[in-house]
């Protein structure tokens, strides 16, 4: 697959359309065909190298497109639909989480920040890390939702 990534930190000279692995959904995961992606003021900020960013990075936070497989255990989702993509990743576990609080999760993440984003054709992500998407809105549009809601939600 295709995806926009970062090998070091710097201007927008740096960023670099290159080949990148398939992923592969794993146990309780969804593998999204990512149909847009939204850019986002932590794409910026990765860029310009916020410290403690793994390298190298795809970037991207937010995003919507189709599940094209899903992973063991998966539940509430099924290939084909159309999903906007919730870019904080949780534990599911901690004391926060297990109260529903997971924007204080002890191991709490951002995709394209602390692990490769949306700036790709394809995602793999918790099964709790999508939404439908509402029909009657465009990917573009379901695309700038996720991190806008979720720093309100925060």
Known sequence: MQAVRIHEHGDIGILQCESAPNPKPKTGEVLVQ???AAMNHLDLWVRRGIPGVPLPMILGSDGSGVIAQIGDDVTQFKDGDNVCIQPLVYCGHCHFCS???ENYCDKIGILGETQDGTYCEYIAVPEANVRLKPE????EE???FPLTSQTAYA
């Open 136 to 139: 009657h809105i465009s990917f």
């Open 99 to 101: 109260r529903g609080q």
């Open 34 to 36: 990512v149909k847009a």
């Open 142 to 144: 379901a695309a700038a």
